[in-house]
């Protein structure tokens, strides 16, 4: 390490060993590693995950940073701190190097009593109450879709930036109107008070954000100041609280209509989200795309079975249906005429054969002759048939003979 001329490098030391010296130089002192020191909490967090608690001993301007470890909570039998507790702790004074800080590092602790902030806070929260500010009946709805947002906070906050990007996030149709104030220090009660009413008398908002980020009881103190509570109680526009961390609880959050853990917290509950409007309004439009799909399915449906109820009932259909019967009927009455047709064919055949082996012609063929009277065409088969002078024809197999009876012979005998 280079040093000008005129430093001595043997006056000079690191960050590192000055902090070391100190630490030794405090940890030499008996009275210091094992003292009471007595004072009222504030700024008072325990970690979840460590088990181990932070806060700080204050008594008028004059404050220390504690650190109260997990397993020394767990041998004393210390109380649930809170912030403005009186307590008295004991303990060990030592340097914490990596933060360059004198720390008190508690071994246990005993309660004196409640410090005066916590006292006056409890007097003017029970004096309200009776008066009716905190009173449910006295809560105003918030509006749903606020138009126009007030905020009343310090320009320089870094809760206004979050309550900005909240805000513009979830719900960018909103205009935000800003209300400066002082929001720490003997001031800032009456300047939130003057910003509150400032807002009323502008009459656009539709709801305000009060609050700021998180810091000890005496940081967030103008929070519990009764001009701020009385501002908050007249405001004829409901009011959101935000002020500090999700453990802090000032005067405010009571009066309030709706208390918010955080600023952030605030801005969220005091305008919906878009976004879940952009979900809903898409499951909407799938659900509509469905019903609408459904209802054309049915529509089409109906229309098939009206289409095919038609076509049943058309004459045009009719005519189709009678024409195939009419076919159909056809087509049976030719099959049936064809039947007839053919059993009589084979009838008429037997009887033709029949007939044909009657017929006289197989007799004539055969040398025989029919004789038929001429008069009446009648066979002659016997003798008393005729008599003389009859004309009478011989049927031959390949013609006929004219004859005239000149005398009948009867067994032999002539008959004349």
């Known amino acids: 390490m280079y040093l ?29 590693q094992n003292i009471w020191v007595h004072g009222e909490v504030s700024n008072c967090k325990t970690y979840p995950s460590s088990g181990h608690c932070y ?5 008028g301007d004059a404050q220390i940073p504690c650190v109260f470890f997990k397993y020394s909570r767990m041998r004393s039998s210390a109380p649930e701190l809170r912030n403005g507790m009186a307590i008295a702790v004991n ?14 590092y508690v071994d246990d602790v005993k309660l004196i009593g409640e410090g005066a902030l916590f006292q006056r806070f409890e007097q003017l929260k029970t004096r309200l109450n009776a008066e009716g500010l905190f009173d449910a009946e006295r809560k105003r709805p918030l509006p749903a879709q606020p138009t126009i947002v007030g905020i009343v906070t310090s320009l320089q906050a ?15 149709l909103a205009q935000v109107v800003i209300a400066p104030a002082l929001v720490q220090g003997a001031e800032a009660p009456a300047s939130i008070s003057a910003a509150l009413d400032l807002l009323n008398e502008h009459g656009e908002a539709e709801v305000i954000l009060v609050g700021r980020g998180g810091g000890s009881i005496e940081e967030l103190w103008a929070f519990n100041e009764e001009v701020v509570a009385r501002a908050i109680a ?8 935000g002020v500090g961390h999700e453990t802090d609880i000032t005067i405010a959050d009571f009066v309030a209509d709706l208390r918010a853990s955080t600023p952030t917290a605030a801005a969220t509950a005091a305008v919906p989200d878009m976004e879940l409007w952009r979900v809903d309004v898409i499951e909407k439009q799938r659900q509509l795309s469905e019903l609408m799909r459904e209802r054309l399915y049915d529509l089409h449906d109906q229309l098939e079975q009206a289409q095919h109820d038609l076509q049943r ?6 005519i189709n249906s009678r024409r195939q019967q009419l076919d159909e009927a056809t087509e049976r009455l030719q099959t049936h005429i064809q039947h007839t047709i053919s059993l009589r064919s084979e009838r008429l055949r037997g009887v033709a054969l ?6 006289p012609l197989l007799t004539i063929a055969r040398g025989y002759a029919v004789v038929r009277r001429e008069a009446d065409q009648s066979i002659v088969s016997r003798v008393q048939q005729v008599q003389g002078g009859d004309v009478l024809t011989i049927q031959v197999q ?8 000149l005398k009948v012979v009867k067994d032999g005998r002539a008959n004349i």
């Open 354 to 359: 029949q007939l044909h082996s009657l017929s």
């Open 55 to 59: 806060f700080t001993l204050k008594e």
């Open 234 to 241: 007249r405001s004829r526009i409901p009011v959101i609280s």
């Open 398 to 405: 390949d013609g006929r003979i004219p004859v005239e009876v």
């Open 313 to 318: 009932a058309s004459p045009l259909s009719m």
């Open 91 to 104: 303990g060990r004074v030592a340097f914490y190097e990596r933060d360059g800080k004198v720390q008190f």
């Open 4 to 32: 000008p001329d005129e430093l001595d490098a043997s006056s000079v030391i690191s960050v590192t060993g000055l902090a070391l010296y100190l630490k030794e130089l405090l940890e030499r002192n008996d009275i210091l």
């Open 158 to 172: 870094a809760a206004l930036r979050d309550m900005l990007r909240v805000l513009r996030t979830r719900y960018p």
